[in-house]
């Protein structure tokens, strides 16, 4: 399932791919990491890229970061074609790799200059102070990165991505070994850089961040899109909702009112109830529970989040 129809790329997305292949390898031991892939990044997103491993979210990065090459199809970044406008199409995008490659040698601020160099940033257009205070590494400016935590490392690559001051942002596991109170300052400051305008794509295993952050979802598996859209629309796709009963009184079994739903127990004084919202009204759920004759000492619902559609999603095409 392709996202988009095929067709020329559109100038006005942050970033669009059509009928984008990769394949590694040639004869029999060729494998297609990625199988025509059409996809669009509305500019302004912050836009989540999902997919179990090998499903090809790093292999795409990497090809509209210059690090691969693909086999066919056509990509572009802020409406510059990667192979006809390779020099703004690089420029345009700032990349936070999974992998902590950092110069042990280099302090924050070597390393930012340096990246600012390599970009062609003039001297005094360089952000180096402001960037470092940003991701919360001023006070460690001076020091060697291999003196840095995990945490720090990981943030010190997002300053590095943002030397150019790209319009587009990607975050490739950003979260990954970074503890929770670093973690909530990364956001922060990754949301104040997207409501300035800055289009961010998001890839994580960490689907709750996704589903708090994203206003736009792609989930990939085995190198296609299999879903794409906004994460409201996403989520409402599963048409699911559990009612959870704590009970008074033991349950040696379901009772018999609760036939038309699908029900468990979860022990002998708790009870799931899972309905469609699309074709039964929670007054019936609540009409079953009252002919149950139950003791109900408590009642919750549970909405279906994007880790339940992200698994019915992938384990389906597994």
């Known amino acids: 399932m392709n996202a988009v129809a095929s067709g020329p790329a559109r100038h006005d997305a942050a970033l669009a791919v059509r ?10 031991t060729a494998k297609k990491a990625l199988k025509g892939i059409s996809l669009e990044v509305p500019r302004g997103s912050f ?10 979210k790093s292999t795409l990065i990497n090809i509209l970061a210059g690090l691969a090459r693909k086999t066919s199809g056509q990509a572009a970044i802020w409406g510059y074609d990667i192979d006809s406008d390779t020099r703004l199409a690089r420029a345009a995008i ?13 302090t924050p ?12 940033v003039p ?10 205070a940003a991701v919360g590494l001023l006070d460690k400016a001076d020091a060697y990165a291999r003196t840095l935590s995990g945490g720090m490392r990981r943030r010190l690559l997002v300053a590095k991505a943002l030397v150019h001051a790209p319009p587009v942002l990607v975050l490739d596991e950003p979260t990954a ?3 929770i109170e670093l973690r909530q300052q990364l956001w922060s400051y990754v949301r104040q850089l997207n409501e300035a305008g800055t289009t961010v794509v998001l890839t994580t295993h960490y689907l ?4 708090a952050l994203c206003d736009r979802i792609a989930i990939i598996n085995h190198g296609e899109v299999v879903a794409a859209d906004t994460t409201p629309v996403l989520l409402k796709r599963l048409d699911r909702k559990d009612v959870i009963l704590t009970l008074g009184a033991d349950l040696a079994a379901v009772p018999a009112a609760f036939a038309a739903l699908q029900a468990e127990l979860l022990g002998p004084r708790q009870l799931k109830l899972q309905y469609r919202p699309s074709r039964t009204p929670f007054a019936d ?15 919750s619902t549970q909405e279906a989040d994007l880790e339940d559609l992200f698994l019915e999603l992938t384990r389906k095409r597994t």
């Open 177 to 179: 070994g970074v503890d």
């Open 123 to 132: 001297r005094r257009e360089r952000r180096t102070e402001e960037i470092l």
């Open 19 to 28: 009928d984008l292949v990769k394949v590694y390898g040639s004869g029999e």
């Open 109 to 120: 601020r070597e390393a930012l200059e340096f990246q600012a160099g390599l970009y062609g």
């Open 285 to 299: 759920v609540l009409n079953c529970i009252q002919g149950a004759g139950l003791e109900i000492l408590d009642l």
């Open 208 to 211: 709750e961040e996704a589903e």
């Open 47 to 56: 836009f989540g890229l999902l997919g179990p491993n090998g499903a090809g």
């Open 94 to 106: 700032g990349v936070v790799p999974q992998e902590l490659n950092l110069d042990p040698f280099f």
